[in-house]
């Protein structure tokens, strides 16, 4: 008997992307078999967690790497270290911080909320989070201006579809913060297969989800400076404690890794192009629909499908459409397209051939010809 029905829960086709509240994304089976031997086995965390740190420089090209529990608290541990350093009276005292630099710069557009707002991330730390710029974007000398206030800790950026608005690239940002010698923490949650990228922009620290695009259990991996990075691993001893990474996360992070570093990327991508052309095809032939593949907005290397809706044609629009493909058994899950326009995406990098025929034939039933 399979987990769903053991339990009662609903099944799921999740064509939205690595959303958490839907579980995230699935795990190869090579990550599977070394979490389940992890479950039973003891291990010095120390060497463990050095065997992931150094996997992870590896991987990224970073001087230094660790695991944390996710990403959400990389942000706070990120933060953390940034005010603390390695001092353990520092340390210890969080998230009291009195005599530390305790102001957190970032763009207003950056203050995503990602389940709830990346801010309260910032002052889970003890840190005063401080937004420069509007929701339209910002400009350099917004930046100039917020970083020139005393007891500026970091500049936090973040890399992701969430981001609102226009502003300086983030190479010139972190070069804005740099000469005020202020270190830059970018989340970049989602953007494992740009990792390298961000930290060529010379953020001091990178923090990514180990759960969304590479498949590992739940776990924030935090690459960047050695410094920096052993303070966000000594804030173990202080408010990251409810933060740690557990043994079988940090055993899925090594086999993602692998699996990802064994992966042929040019065919993994060709894969992907295939299944959206197809899926195109195919959609495109409902009634009210354009079909076409459209790029990741943030330059992740695959594409998605977007149906375009003809409401006076499909008889209905995206909003209906996205509702009911939800209220299905399984729900299906697609991503409503930017606001105001009748646009549906179909992210379907870890969907299965029958899940995608699935998708089609609700989609036909929905919008008969
Ligand atoms: C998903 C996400 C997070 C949170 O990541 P977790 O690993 O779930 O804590 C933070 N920032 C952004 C931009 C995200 O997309």
Partial sequence: MGLHTAYGLSRIINARGPYTPLGVSR????????????????????ELQGAADRALARFS??????VVHCTASAITLAVAAAMTGESPERIAALPDTTGMPGTVVLPAGHAVN???????AVRLAGAVPVTVGTDAGFTREDLERGLARPGVACLLLVSS??????????????????????????????????????????????????????????AGLVVGRTGLVAAVRAQE???????????????????????????????WRQRQAD???DF????????GVTASSVPDPTGLPFERARLLLDPAAAGMGAVALEEALRAGSPSIWALPGRHGTEELLFELVPLAP????????RLAELLPG
């Fill in 280 to 287: 195109v095809e195919r959609t495109g032939a409902l009634r």
């Fill in 61 to 66: 090209g970073a001087e230094a790497g660790t």
């Fill in 354 to 361: 029958e899940e995608i025929d699935a998708v089609i034939v």
């Fill in 161 to 218: 579809r969430l981001v609102r608005g226009t502003g300086t690239d983030l190479a010139e940002a972190v070069a804005v913060a740099h000469r005020r010698g202020v270190p830059v923490v970018v989340d970049g949650a989602a953007q494992d297969f740009r990792i390298g990228e961000l930290l060529g922009t010379g953020a001091d620290l990178v923090a990514v989800s180990g759960q969304k695009y590479l498949g590992s259990p739940t």
């Fill in 27 to 46: 795990s190869g089976d090579g990550v599977a078999a070394a979490v389940a031997g992890a479950l039973s086995e003891f291990f010095v965390m120390d």
């Fill in 114 to 120: 990602y389940g709830h707002p990346l801010v309260q």
């Fill in 237 to 267: 001893r202080g408010i990251g404690r409810g933060m740690k990474a557990s043994k079988e996360a940090v055993i899925g992070v090594l086999a993602a890794l692998e699996a990802r570093q064994e992966r042929d990327m040019a065919g």
């Fill in 275 to 277: 299944k959206v052309a």
